[in-house]
């Protein structure tokens, strides 16, 4: 439990300290005053969501074996599935 711990303190480390989330963070701070405050507003979306799915990521690989992260992927399509074919068929 610990190890885990361990593990998932260094993966959201690596998410917010990742060379991409890094570039982004540097590319708001330098180009703020030249960004509309629409861009702004979606470059600092865009750095926050690519954080949390690289946290995310790094998070899922830690806690499922390969095995349930397949099945996980799985479930996910299969429900992508049914709602597309729930919402076809209201149409």
Do not use: C, P, W
């Amino acid at each position: 439990m610990l190890s885990t711990a361990s593990a998932l303190i260094e993966a959201t480390q690596e998410a917010v300290m990742g060379d991409e989330q890094m570039e982004m963070a540097a590319f708001i701070v330098h180009e703020r005053q030249n960004l509309s405050q629409d861009d702004f507003a979606k470059a600092m979306f865009m750095y926050s969501t690519a954080i949390a799915a690289t946290a995310v990521d790094k998070a899922t690989k830690i806690l499922l074996t390969k095995e349930q992260f397949a099945n996980l992927v799985d479930t996910i399509d299969e429900l992508e599935t049914i709602k597309n074919e729930v919402l076809s068929n209201g149409e």
